[in-house]
């Protein structure tokens, strides 16, 4: 199962704000178990969409003002709310906006709407993992795949790095 939950990246201004959406396929894996006969995407996958959205933002925002390039890591969610039910077929468009943005740690605030209504709202804090303080405990094939994941996700999400 891939673990990308946004398939684009509509609309991003480094330091404020980013907008997105997922497209939610009727074959997810996921609907297997999820209910049979009654599939629901699982609130959890739907607060991870905004999470995933909002590390993109961090991340760029932190390359952009800094030069440092970070892997940013959820920590929580405080306060987060499942409003309405997310179904196949839906478009999932997620918005996340910054509210802070440390040397170590970042915070966005996060809704997910299908249709223009919410189905989630939630604040996202991360950690901030300086990838070069990382770099000397990994080896060259381990820094090699994180880059080129890195590199590929930005051409998956926006079409450039």
């Known amino acids: 199962m891939r673990f990308v939950l946004v398939d684009k990246i509509d609309r ?8 997105g959406h997922k497209q939610i396929a009727p074959d997810e894996e996921y609907f297997r178990d999820h209910f049979p006969g009654y599939p629901i995407v699982p609130g959890v996958l739907v607060l991870e969409s905004l999470a995933q959205l909002g590390g993109r933002l961090v991340e760029a925002s932190v390359r952009e003002v800094s030069g440092r390039r970070v ?4 920590a929580k969610f405080e306060p987060a709310k499942l409003i309405r039910q997310v179904r196949p077929g839906d478009r999932l468009d997620l918005e996340v906006d910054v509210v802070a943005i440390g040397d170590e740690a970042a915070r966005v605030k996060g809704t997910a709407l299908v249709d223009r209504k919410r189905v989630a709202t939630a604040e996202i804090m991360y950690a901030l993992l300086d990838l070069n303080d990382v770099l ?3 080896d060259e094939g381990q820094i090699s795949r994180l880059f080129e994941w890195f590199d590929r996700l930005w051409l998956d999400l926006r079409g450039a790095p």
């Open 12 to 19: 991003l201004e480094t330091g404020r704000r980013a907008e």
């Open 71 to 74: 892997l940013p890591m959820l």
């Open 136 to 138: 000397g405990h990994l």
